[in-house]
């Protein structure tokens, strides 16, 4: 079953009554356990938008997504590819409005989250740590009530070993910046020697050269917000490698139109 793609793998569960897929997951312990695609993509969610959640010390975690209906596309095709394969209901998803206070803009997004399984909780302890008391004060304050900060795993160069992988935190949290040419993976809520890991593990993994650029300062925090950006002669190798991986509706984020020809960049301002 690990030696099928994505397609495959959809055509396979797709013939398991739910019941039996709920209990598949169910009966597993570990995240390896989990079908290899699955965790690949995981993976790549974990450094993107995507969330592991737990209510509480004694529940199991699941997964939770929130996208803007800009990517609703690319949202339906993650939602189908959990519900095939027996992670979430068949609830169809549902666009809401919410108000930005910041920008004061409103805004529509679709959001949906997995059952929970004694294997996500464990990728859930890969990927988050204890809040501080510092920064649960601050989310209460926001509104939000979280007690687990997201984390680079100190093993990280071992996790991100695939394509799937960076083709997947490309469409979650990737751009490509029509201004210099350049690749970008937005990883804000990263610390600078989490981000150091990453740059080791791509380096590693996939002889890439990424360089860690400073984006904004954070008005609530202070703390200093980073990017990943991708050597410019590199481009073309990254784009080999995600591309056949990736939703044409996300191409934008490699430099590309949905019809494969070039994003045509400008010149900056000033």
Known sequence: MNNLNISELLVYYNSIKPSKKKAI???????????LIIQQVLHGSMLGDGSAQRIGPNRN??????????????????????????????????????FHASSQTWYEHVTFNTFAFVSLTELHSMYYRPATLEEITRQSKSGNNFLFTKRIPLNIADLLTSDLTLAVWIMDDGFFDIYDGRIKLATHSFTKDEIELLINALKLNFNLEFQSHQARISKHTGNIHYNLVLSKKQVPDFVARVKPHMLPCMWYK???NEDGSLIITKKAKG
């Open 254 to 256: 490699i430099g590309l």
């Open 25 to 35: 997951l169910k009966s597993y312990t570990k995240f390896n356990q989990n079908p």
């Open 61 to 98: 975690a699941r997964l939770g997504y929130t996208f803007g209906t800009v990517n609703l596309e690319y949202a339906e095709w993650l939602h189908r590819l959990f519900v095939t394969l027996g992670y979430c209901n068949l609830k169809p998803l549902k666009a809401t409005k919410h």
